[in-house]
């Protein structure tokens, strides 16, 4: 009980999990070099020590114990800003863990078709809490044929469903994909991927359980080799979670740790609520990566003596007006904060989804004028082996030269960064991940359209043109 340490996230790894990467059983993930650098990130989340992190990664339950603010319920303005706060101070596992808060936003209405899930949810919620758990969000299902429902598929399998239930519990068998960090967590967490219909009841299933549980298999997949160098990697060679391909296979999960089995009415609010968490986080993450890509333009404009002409002042002012608009919206999201009849607040779900769809949509024409003020270094810029090479050492700083108030070694990199950042491995990684994580375009129009108060708009039309009801 109560929160844990470095070491004990690590030896917490070693507990029979079957995991795999690159085709190989990993028996130890500890000792795998593609996850140290995930597991550095994950373990540093359970430093609570440091007094400059501390008031913001702890806080005091109702128990009088100490917890990860990561489980911290917000009732209050503060609370919204300190958990902000947080994701700033965090890499690694904790981030998705914000399931639980999902969980917890939709627990009142859960309880009103099954008071059991209800205490279902609060009781892995406190085990999670006072044990100092992680746990990821497995929503993603494998879904086939995506023109048919899950009832019409050729396999039924392609979407997680119940295929048996009985006195200890259901048991469960399908996949979720595109689960991050999901070798790393102590919990996986399933909830339904979208609204279920009558005679969908197999697929309307929600629990959360160990990952070591007999049957679940992870197959893993990085965008980061593990040997890279820090200095042609300045961001990749510190961050990286591989992508977990979660199996489920007749997978028994105990009725206490059942938050959904055959209700598909709950389905579609319950993959709403983890929706709404885990979009928060994106448009954080954007907030912080648009501000990043500013000052990325603007130091390699400098280094390069280009940073006064006009057309990249232009492009400087269109990186800005979206990193503001990005940040206004998170902003307007968290002062505007919506209340559960339990006193739980969240942010206002219309301005996350904005604010993620505007990202979403314009992260490409971002990167794209910041490639076009860089230019081809940003792909062709010599490695580090190279520029420590004696025969091309010489040669290479003198033709990377611009004036003696830049070094040679910065403008390097700046541009190691940008190409890591937008261009390589991870880049790639971003560029698809920034539409989809959290739900592709789509998702965030659809709820923009349901929660948006067209009512109100449309009596305003009527007024001004003069038509009475």
């Known amino acids: 009980m109560g929160l844990k340490n470095p070491q004990w996230y690590r030896d917490s790894l070693r507990d029979g999990r079957r995991i795999y990467i690159n085709g190989e059983s990993i028996p130890d993930i500890n000792e795998n070099d593609w996850f140290k650098v995930a597991i550095k990130n994950g373990a540093e989340d359970y430093n609570y020590t440091d007094p400059a992190t501390r008031p913001i990664r702890v806080y005091e339950t109702e128990d009088g114990t100490e917890a990860h603010r990561i489980f911290k319920v917000p009732t209050s303005l503060d609370d919204l800003d300190k958990r902000i706060a947080l994701t700033d101070i965090t890499s690694g596992v904790t981030g998705v863990t914000a399931v639980l808060m999902a969980l917890y936003n939709i627990k009142d209405d859960v309880a009103k078709v099954n008071g059991q899930y209800a ?5 892995v919620y406190k085990y999670c809490r006072d044990n100092d758990l992680r746990a990821d969000q497995c929503i993603t299902d494998a879904k086939g044929d995506r023109s048919r429902h899950p009832k019409d598929q050729d396999d039924p399998d ?4 119940i295929v048996d239930r009985n006195a200890d519990g259901i048991v469960v068998r399908g996949a979720k994909l595109h689960i991050t960090s999901a070798s790393l ?3 996986q967490t399933v909830m339904p991927t979208k609204a279920m219909g009558p005679g969908e009841e197999q697929w309307s299933v929600s629990f959360s359980i160990p990952t070591n549980t ?9 965008y ?17 979670s591989p992508e977990g391909f979660v199996i489920f296979e007749d997978v028994l999960v105990p009725w206490d740790r059942v938050f959904l089995a055959g209700e598909y009415q709950l389905a579609g609010p319950l993959a709403q609520s983890l929706g709404l968490w885990e979009r928060i986080g994106g448009l954080q993450a954007m907030v912080n990566g648009a501000k990043l890509m500013v000052g990325m333009a603007q130091v390699l404009t400098k280094y390069n003596g ?6 990249i002042q232009e492009k400087i002012a269109e990186m800005v007006f979206h990193a503001e608009m990005l940040r206004m919206a998170l902003e307007h999201s968290i002062r505007n904060y919506k209340t559960t009849p339990t006193g739980m607040v969240y942010p206002d779900p219309i301005a996350i989804n904005v604010g993620k769809y505007y990202g979403a949509s314009h992260y490409h024409k971002m990167v794209g004028l910041l490639h076009d003020m860089s230019g081809g270094l940003v792909v062709t810029m010599p490695l580090e082996t190279d520029l420590e090479n004696e025969e ?4 290479l700083r003198k033709y990377l030269y611009t004036r003696d108030d830049h070094k040679v070694d910065d403008r390097v990199k700046m541009y190691n960064l940008i190409r890591d950042m937008t261009a390589d491995a991870y880049g790639g990684w971003k560029l698809v991940t920034e539409l989809s ?4 375009l789509a998702a965030q129009r659809i709820m923009t359209l349901r929660g948006y108060d067209f009512e109100s708009a449309e009596k305003m039309a009527k007024k001004e043109a003069g038509i009475i009801d």
């Open 119 to 123: 205490e279902n949810i609060e009781r």
């Open 158 to 161: 392609l979407y997680l469903r």
């Open 185 to 187: 967590v102590h919990e």
């Open 214 to 222: 007999p049957g679940i298999k992870i197959a893993n997949r990085a």
């Open 224 to 240: 980061a080799r593990p040997d890279l160098s820090p200095v042609d990697y300045p961001h990749s060679s510190h961050h990286n």
């Open 306 to 311: 280009i940073n006064k002409a006009g057309h």
């Open 392 to 395: 091309l050492s010489k040669p």
């Open 437 to 440: 994580a959290g739900g592709g």
